[in-house]
């Protein structure tokens, strides 16, 4: 159902960022937990993971946007739950 569901997506005018697990390195809210923060998580990629694999966080407060942009590891940043004015 995979290929049917991306497909799907491009048929309504939006756009694939994965296709899979493997193609990019995503960052959630649990993992920034587990790790100690934001930047403890980013540093941790940065140290393991090779330089051409893509990385994605999502943030879901604005402090956690300055400290992305202040490590400057991510590729993509994903504004988890935030309305509209923020």
Request: charge should be negative; aromatic fraction near 2%.
């Given at each position: 159902?995979?290929?049917?569901?991306?497909?799907?997506?491009?048929?309504?005018?939006?756009?694939?960022?994965?296709?899979?697990?493997?193609?990019?390195?995503?960052?959630?809210?649990?993992?920034?937990?587990?790790?100690?923060?934001?930047?403890?998580?980013?540093?941790?990629?940065?140290?393991?993971?090779?330089?051409?694999?893509?990385?994605?966080?999502?943030?879901?407060?604005?402090?956690?946007l300055e400290d992305v942009l202040t490590?400057?590891?991510?590729?993509?940043?994903?504004?988890?739950?935030?309305?509209?004015d923020t």
């Open positions: 159902m995979r290929l049917v569901e991306k497909q799907a997506v491009l048929h309504g005018g939006g756009v694939n960022h994965r296709y899979s697990l493997a193609d990019a390195i995503l960052i959630k809210d649990n993992h920034i937990a587990a790790a100690g923060g934001v930047q403890a998580v980013l540093e941790a990629v940065k140290a393991n993971a090779s330089h051409m694999m893509k990385v994605e966080i999502e943030v879901d407060r604005l402090d956690q490590v400057g590891r991510a590729d993509v940043v994903l504004l988890d739950n935030m309305n509209n």
